[in-house]
């Protein structure tokens, strides 16, 4: 029986259209079985139109026309069969180790201080506390990029993802750049934290899920192999900007010695006449020059607003340096095809370490799970104190043994301290990460926490430091702080792997992504916490020594009374090491005790993320996917994912 004809509606015209009981496909035969619209006959039927009497057949959507930026796309980057596994370890080598590079962030922190003194800071120079916190936006910005975005990066692949890398990270540093050069301090966070810390986030997760999907039989060595560049990458960094540093650095116009010329303060700023006007200055000390790490700097009065420290034109160049090389490790990103193993490997049947799910689960299914806050929990608790002591380590170094052992620690010693740290992140990384495959995940964290006797112990040496200086002290401060950093730098080549034992191969990346917010509150925390202990320390430690001094004296030695005392440290004009000058003899300088409340106050928070490991059990099974294991996945699983 025939259906009447239904009446629709389509853009304000009316049409009729026929419900039959069955469609008639295109080429059906009399024994072929009825299609519907989902068969490929009906897609074949749906790809033609008529035009009169001839059916013509619809072109593809963009046939003969890929698009300019195709060969980004996940498909256009699947491996040909036979393909190294091994050959696209370079290529994702080149992307962290010019990521990595952030770590070597404490090299910018004293020139970014002092960029209009150029020798010691001026008046209007950023301090120390507002330079800081550029390094923690950046840390912010890569937890809320691989949160978000850690599912499109799985989706759209490596290649894609870290071509957008390179784009924000050498895009970030021109900002940078740029804020530096015209003393624009908004420009620096939006270039460094915001550009910058996308590109983070973007280029550390893609290689390492990437590398994990290549070695599923090493996801511990997968890891370990992704993020040794990364840690390595502050120590290939650190020399390089010490160079540029020393080819662009200009030293401002040199007046003479202190005591030779005539200085006059003004609201706290000090000023002499050259060529017949007042000009701004500041007084470089013995100190402040041994810091600088240049050879024929001598100490006294130089204008401000002349010289050139370099950090503009050093991060220019990194800016294009990395962004070519980050281009170059996009271009050779390969993942493999989804039936792919490794040669004479099966997915293990049984597992022998509890810890080891059986399953996977979603990825918004691991925020419901206890397992994932405990875990996040000990990484921000564990990071805290390796992120903190990475982004300081030169400013750390210059101030706790800079006055006590000048003749050892210069800045070229502290830069050299920056590179070792990077050393052993790298190493430690790498290490920690193998070790994992057979100490198991949880056990390697458990070793981490021996940072909590070797913090609460650093502070021990700095006080002896004070009273006695002795190099034994400072290569002991060294190796504390080489474990410590050693520690961080496994926590964080592990946790993908631990991610992967506990939820499963199959969403790991994006729980990865979301995971790694521990470690970005740990970047905004340990840097900002630093800093405000250390202005506490500071002040309390100024204010001592001011107490100390004659009124006469310090009315010599400043040109201002002993009551205008918070605009002189407001001004820079009174430092530590200037009231040192004129102390009673016999006084000790309280500058390497700076850091000793900061060092506590992490040891504390290392404890506490001990116990958040040592709570965590395996996902319970109600978790996973329904009938998925780690090497198959069903339909529902499917839809979840695309969900």
């Known amino acids: 029986m025939m259906r009447l004809p239904t009446k629709v509606s389509l853009l304000g015209r009316s049409f009729r259209r026929f419900n039959a009981p069955t469609a008639t496909c295109l080429f059906q035969t ?65 992307i962290q180790l010019s990521i990595g590079s952030v770590y070597a962030w404490s090299i910018f922190n004293a020139p970014l201080t002092r960029e209009i003194g150029v020798v010691t800071a001026a008046a209007d ?50 900002l940078t750049s740029i804020g530096t050069a015209y003393h624009f301090l908004p420009a620096c966070y939006v270039g460094y934290g915001l550009l910058g810390g996308l590109a983070w986030g973007l280029g550390y997760i893609a290689p ?30 650190t020399p390089i900007n010490e160079a540029l540093f020393q080819l662009y650095f200009e030293l401002p116009t040199y007046l003479g010695a202190a005591e030779a010329v005539d200085l006059v303060t003004e609201q706290g700023r000090r000023f002499a006449t050259v060529g017949g006007e007042l000009k701004e200055v500041v007084i470089a000390t013995s100190n402040d020059v041994n810091a600088l790490g240049y050879e024929g700097v001598p100490p006294g009065v130089y204008v401000a607003g002349t010289g050139n420290t370099g950090a503009a034109k050093t991060f220019a160049t990194l800016g294009v340096g990395y962004f070519v090389a980050m281009v170059a490790g996009a271009a050779g990103q390969r993942v493999p095809h989804a039936d792919w193993k490794p040669q004479g490997w099966n997915p293990p049947t049984e597992q022998t370490d509890a810890m080891i799910t059986q399953g996977n689960v979603h990825h918004n299914t ?38 006590a052992l000048p003749a050892i620690v210069t800045g070229g010693f502290a830069a050299g301290y920056v590179a070792a740290l990077s050393g052993v992140n790298m190493m430690g990384r790498f290490g920690w990460a193998a070790a994992s495959d057979y100490l198991g995940r949880k056990n390697t964290y458990y070793l981490f ?21 002795n190099p034994v002290l400072l290569y002991t401060f060294i190796g504390g702080s080489s474990l410590v950093v050693s520690f961080y730098a496994g926590l964080l080549s592990v946790l993908p792997a631990y991610l992967a034992d506990l939820y499963g191969q199959k969403h790991v990346g994006a729980i990865h992504g979301r995971q790694l917010t521990a470690w970005s509150a740990a970047a905004l925390g340990g840097p900002m916490l630093l800093s405000t202990l250390r202005d506490s320390s500071y002040k309390s430690a100024v204010s001592d020594l001011a ?81 998925t294991t780690q090497t198959t996945q069903s339909p529902t699983s499917k839809q979840q994912a695309s969900s």
């Open 30 to 94: 009399p024994t072929s079985a009825p299609c519907n619209r989902n068969d490929e006959t009906f897609a074949i039927r749906s790809q033609h139109r008529s035009v009169g009497s001839v059916s013509k057949p619809l072109a593809p959507k963009d046939a003969g026309n890929p698009g300019l930026f195709s060969f980004l796309d996940r498909d256009a980057t699947i491996a040909p069969p036979g393909y190294n596994r091994f050959a696209t370890v370079p290529f994702s080598f080149l």
């Open 125 to 174: 120079d950023w301090n120390l506390g507002a330079v800081l916190p550029i390094f923690s936006v950046c840390a912010t910005t890569l937890g809320v990029t691989t949160a978000l975005l850690g599912p499109w990066a799985e989706r759209s692949g490596p290649r894609k993802v870290a071509a957008a890398a390179a784009v924000g990270w050498g895009g970030g540093l021109l």
């Open 208 to 237: 390492v899920s990437n590398l994990m999907k290549w070695f599923p039989d090493r996801r511990g060595l997968a890891t370990g192999l992704a993020l040794t560049a990364f840690g390595g990458g502050a120590m290939l960094a």
């Open 366 to 403: 691991a925020l419901r799970t206890p397992q994932f806050y405990l875990l996040w929990m000990a990484v921000a608790g564990n990071a805290i104190a390796g992120v903190t002591v990475m982004s300081c380590a030169k400013t750390i170094m210059a101030d706790v043994f800079g006055a």
């Open 449 to 469: 926490g021996l940072g909590v006797p070797i913090l609460a112990a650093l502070p021990s040496i700095t006080t002896a430091l004070v009273e006695t200086p």
């Open 547 to 627: 107490s100390s001094v004659s009124p006469e004296a310090f009315q010599a030695k400043f040109g201002a009374g002993i009551d205008q005392l918070q605009t002189l440290v407001d001004t820079k004009t009174v430092t530590i090491a200037h009231l040192m000058d004129v102390v009673p003899p016999g006084t000790l300088d309280p500058t390497p005790c700076l850091y000793n409340s900061t060092l506590y106050t992490m040891s504390g928070l290392l404890a506490a993320a001990f116990v958040c490991n040592s709570l965590i059990r395996p996902v319970d099974p109600k978790f996973y996917l329904e009938n």
